[in-house]
Nanobody
Framework: QVQLAESGGGSVQAGGSLRLSCRASGYTYNKNCMGWFRQAPGKEREWVASISYASVSYADSVKGRFIIWQDNDKNTLVLQMNSLKPEDTAMYYC??????????????WGQGTQVTVSS
């Protein structure tokens, strides 16, 4: 059974940084696609970033500020968030697929971790 557990959320002032982690159990990265999504109150869930053996991609809203990578030794997906803005405030979710098709719907989801950025 695949389980994804996010951690690292919290409250920070604008311009600050946070690092989110997603530890996977029952799942091996193995070049498959994993990603981060977020959902702000009253808004639809939006894609933030994704990574597979073939590509690393970012939403325009976070490009140049966020970095996604895999720590294969720890079977953990990481999202480093720098220069945070109030509009980054949201619940952040880790997601995974069983293949490298990052453009397709994600099958596995974590419970989310809250990020709050104050101005």
């Amino acid at each position: 059974q695949v389980q994804l557990a996010e951690s690292g959320g919290g409250s920070v002032q604008a311009g600050g940084s946070l690092r989110l982690s997603c530890r996977a159990s029952g799942y091996t990265y193995n070049k498959n696609c994993m990603g981060w999504f977020r959902q702000a109150p009253g808004k639809e869930r939006e894609w933030v970033a994704s990574i597979s053996y073939a590509s690393v991609s970012y939403a325009d809203s976070v490009k140049g500020r966020f970095i996604i990578w895999q720590d294969n030794d720890k079977n953990t997906l990481v999202l480093q968030m720098n220069s945070l803005k109030p509009e980054d405030t949201a619940m952040y979710y880790c997601a995974a697929r069983s293949d490298a098709a990052c453009s397709a719907e994600f099958k596995y989801w974590g419970q989310g971790t809250q990020v709050t950025v104050s101005s």
